[in-house]
């Protein structure tokens, strides 16, 4: 056994290994106490990780707010929430929030604790640990899973993903919803004759030219080959159709750097039907896209 390990019942040696112990821990260990009055203060706080944060243990040790007042706005009141949960029912906290240090800069925090009676109030025993890098790296696989890495646009999940939660708020508020489905036209050709790596640049411009024309609110997405869609919240057909139609124009006169007017697309659309389900939405616009390729291509069809 290494010389510097705490040996049970051994005194005051015990204690200051403890003390040497907790002061290396790369985290915070802590105490946190709440009066039925509702004041809060940390009766004990220890680890690496108090410094990394730049809080005061002594300040804190009156009074909680120290810490809670760099909570990010946000997350404050989640906190609160877990916090008042934890009292009543007696149950672990199991949250993280973002600590925003001086300068502006924030650092993501896992919070686990363990509540119980204590006098006139509850007092929590639990660690905090900073788990910024690992928010971060967690960020960028959901980012990588939800784009489309030629164009840089939501790929067909994410899109899905975003008419679902716009289905739910049409059918709980009774607001407009328009979804646009756009295909390129004869890009086959385009490819056949300018090769695959100017299709994919095609593709590429294509997106940013949707963007520019479309709201910031509206999503643009790559379902996938030649073929796009666009979710528009808020958007009745009356505003849909001039908008696909300006994206059509936008489209065609653009200079993707071959033959001018060879890229054009066709636009079907639809609006949202309360209660009905999403795919019947998605099939209405396929239809449409059907139309308009159907009736010469080039052209909008609701
Ligand atoms: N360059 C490139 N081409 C792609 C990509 N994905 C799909 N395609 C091509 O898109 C073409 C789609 O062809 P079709 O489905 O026949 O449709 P189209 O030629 O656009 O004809 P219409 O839609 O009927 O106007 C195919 O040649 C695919 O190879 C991609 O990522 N990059």
């Not at 890495?149 to 679902?164: E, H, S």
């Not at 590429?204 to 030649?226: H, K, N, S």
């Not at 849909?240 to 890229?263: K, N, S, V, Y």
Request: aromatic share 6%; net charge neutral; charged share 25%.
């Amino acid at each position: 056994m290494p010389e510097n390990n705490i040996v049970p019942g051994g005194g005051l040696d015990e204690s200051a290994h403890l003390h040497d112990f907790t002061e290396r821990l790369p985290g915070v260990i802590f105490q946190f106490y709440r009066g039925h009055n509702g004041h809060m203060h940390f009766p004990y706080l220890a680890g690496s990780g108090t410094s990394l944060l730049g809080v005061d243990r002594r300040q804190l040790a009156h009074d909680a707010r120290y810490l809670l007042d760099r909570l990010d706005e946000e997350d404050f009141p989640r906190l609160m929430a877990a916090i008042e949960r934890s009292a009543r029912y007696r149950l672990p906290i199991a949250t993280k929030f973002r600590f925003r240090l001086p300068g502006g800069r924030c650092r993501w925090v896992a919070l686990r604790a363990q509540p119980e009676d204590a006098d006139s109030g509850v007092l929590w025993h639990g660690l905090m640990i900073d788990i910024t890098e690992q928010m971060a790296e967690e960020a960028r696989l959901r980012k990588l899973s939800d784009t489309d890495p030629l164009t840089g646009l939501p790929n067909r999940r994410k899109l899905i993903n975003r008419l679902n939660e716009e289905v739910s708020l049409c059918n709980r508020h009774g607001t407009p919803l328009s979804f646009m489905l756009l295909d390129l036209d004869h890009f086959k050709q385009i490819n056949d004759t300018w090769g695959h790596l100017q299709g994919d640049q095609v593709l590429t411009e294509l997106g940013t030219l949707c963007r520019q024309v479309l709201r910031e609110e509206d999503t643009v997405g790559r379902l996938g080959g030649e073929e796009f869609a666009v979710v528009l919240p808020l958007t009745p057909m009356v505003r849909c159709r001039p908008l696909a139609e300006r994206l059509r124009q936008r489209i065609e006169a653009h200079d993707f750097g071959i033959e001018p007017g060879q890229i054009t697309v066709s636009i079907g659309l639809a609006e949202y039907r309360l209660g009905e389900p999403r795919d019947t939405l998605i099939e209405r616009a396929d239809r449409s896209l059907y139309a308009a390729k159907h009736q010469g291509r080039n052209r909008v069809v609701a």
